[in-house]
Nanobody, 123 residues
């Protein structure tokens, strides 16, 4: 059974940093892309970044380029999202997910999801 477990969320002041982790288990993810999404209260789920497990190629939406960095540790089967210069508008539940689809920005194409971790940025 595939499991994705996020951790690392919390409360941080504006301008601060957090590193989210997504620990994967249950199968080999070499053919997968792992993405990070977030969903703020009352808003749609939003794609943030993704990484190809095998090659490490990364993808970002423009609004987080330069602030967020996605990376992976193959030995630990873990994907990270380093978030710097956080803003109150970054407040949301953050999810990691895995897909084999080439359409990596659409949440509906992801097969597996974690339970989410809350990030709250105070002003």
């Amino acid at each position: 059974q595939v499991q994705l477990v996020e951790s690392g969320g919390g409360l941080v002041q504006a301008g601060g940093s957090l590193r989210l982790s997504c620990a994967a288990s249950g199968r080999t993810f070499s053919n997968y892309v792992v993405g990070w999404f977030r969903q703020a209260s009352g808003k749609e789920r939003e794609f943030l970044a993704a990484i190809t497990w095998s090659s490490g190629r990364t993808y970002y939406i423009d609004s987080v380029k330069g602030r967020f960095t996605i990376s992976r540790d193959n030995a630990k089967n873990t994907v990270y999202l380093q978030m710097n210069s956080l803003k109150p508008e970054d407040t949301a539940v953050y999810y990691c997910a895995a897909t084999t689809s080439p359409t990596i920005t659409a949440w509906g194409t992801y097969h597996y999801w974690g339970q989410g971790t809350q990030v709250t940025v105070s002003s």
